[in-house]
DNA sequence: AAATCATAAAAAATCGATATTTTTTGTGCA
DNA sequence: TGCACAAAAAATATCGATTTTTTATGATTT
């Protein structure tokens, strides 16, 4: 008997369609290729996936909890739309879940955390430096690794909940933030906040962490032109 | 065009087999009826609950993100099994989101919120007063009023992300506890808890209220027998 | 004439049956 | 006991049928 019932809030759909579908969607809408307020018309999806019916409906479910899809029965499909509102809400949110979880990550982080945000910051950085040359080609990039050096950051907390639900806000932080600008734009201000963010931290300083990463997170983005 | 695309967060399956199958193995999850570790067979599922198989999946992949279910690629669907490490951290989670929502809630209620409180717990009071004489009777009933309480408390938060997570925390707890007592077994102890968080939460002492919460939500369950 | 309502046609979502693929179980052999 | 292979079971995906919603059209009312 090798099946093992997995761990709670897993979600291993790994060489199966829906798998891939679901990882193709999640990074188009958060890219906002899929826009906000678009529906998300089976047949169309299905041209553009390459995949049936049923394994594109199961993937988009899964999307549904996550807050970056939403249903409404017998109607199908959406892309939620972005609002004023609803932004804030994430902010506040993301505010709540990530300084407590940086608290606690500083309270009982050891040293293979402090490298791991180390390593994470440097491959950052790298990306930043490179923006300003070629903004276009590392957009995408920077995004990634910005969720990275923030989820090293907070890797100690032991609480593995409010960790899932700080990665769903994230990501959906992140898409109203890519849905306002049209054209790639980020202000050196948001690498300056990671570098002292970084540093507060590893001098195990709560309290200017926890400030630092507020405002980080509270500031709006780059309005599109300049 | 009456195709509107709906708030995020939102999830309308009325009058689906869908639908109907996400609220009805919820149901039973939570409640243990489908117990924890337990594999979750299709075939099986069908009859049970007299669907197709594509509602079927579609309704166990929903539950996947809120944590009720958990999927392997190629290998099927399970009840999440209870640890209690995973228990400690759902409680913990529990407290971080509950307490941050009832300070919020205290700040900026309404007389409107204190009324929905006020009935809350009217009904709540009802079956707990019901539970000495017929417990299994009243047994789930009780649940259900309880979640509606915690929820009446915490509704003045704006923020409806958090309120949310807090959603999908409760449920799990409410399984750990179900699922730790054979027989329906509530302390008094947690009827006064109610009582006292109510007066305080109307009386807007926001210290006081939040750390009989806290009590509240770590307060271990019943053992089984006496 | 404009607006409302009913009806029909088209589009789309939903569902279940069937075929395919993968995993699990069972059996014989080294 | 361990391994290879075959059989069974189970999950997954595709397809087509059904149901529901949406759109289009025309008649009726104000």
Same mark, same amino acid.
């Given at each position: 008997?090798?099946?093992e019932?997995?761990r ?7 060489n199966?369609l ?8 999640r990074?188009d ?5 899929l826009?906000?307020?678009?529906k ?5 999806l ?34 939620p739309p972005v609002s004023?509102e609803?932004?804030?809400?994430i ?7 990530e300084t407590y979880a ?16 180390v390593g994470?910051?440097h491959?950052?950085?790298?990306v930043?430096?490179? /923006?300003? +040359?070629?903004?276009?080609g590392?957009?995408a990039?920077?995004w990634?690794?910005? &969720?990275?050096?923030h =989820?090293? *950051?907070?890797a ?10 700080q990665?769903?806000v994230f ?8 849905s306002s600008m049209q054209?790639?734009?980020l202000?050196?201000?948001? /690498?300056? +906040?990671?570098r ?8 195990r300083?709560? &309290?200017?962490?926890? =400030?630092? *990463? ?12 300049e």
């Open positions: 008997m090798s099946s019932a997995p709670p809030g897993t979600s291993d759909h790994s199966t829906i798998g891939k579908a679901f990882e193709s969607i990074k809408i958060i890219a906002s290729e826009k906000p307020g678009e998300l018309r089976i047949a169309q299905r041209t553009r996936y390459g995949v049936g019916t049923s394994p594109l409906r199961e993937a988009l479910s899964r999307l549904v909890s996550e807050g970056l899809v939403t249903a409404r029965g017998q109607r199908g499909f959406w892309v004023v609803d932004s804030e809400d902010v506040e949110t993301r505010v709540v879940l940086l608290r606690a990550s500083i309270k009982v982080g050891d040293d293979e955390w402090e490298g791991q945000i994470a910051y491959n950052l950085r790298r930043e430096q490179r /923006f300003a +040359d070629e903004p276009a590392s957009f990039e920077w990634e690794r910005n &969720r990275l050096f =989820e090293a *950051l907070i100690a907390c032991p609480l593995k909940w409010l960790l899932r639900f990665h769903i990501d959906l932080h992140n898409r109203t933030h890519r054209t790639p734009n202000s050196p201000d948001l /690498f300056e +906040d990671h002292l963010i970084m540093e507060a931290t590893l001098a300083d709560a &309290r200017k962490a926890v =400030e630092l *990463l507020e405002h980080h997170i509270r500031r709006p983005p780059e309005p599109a032109g």
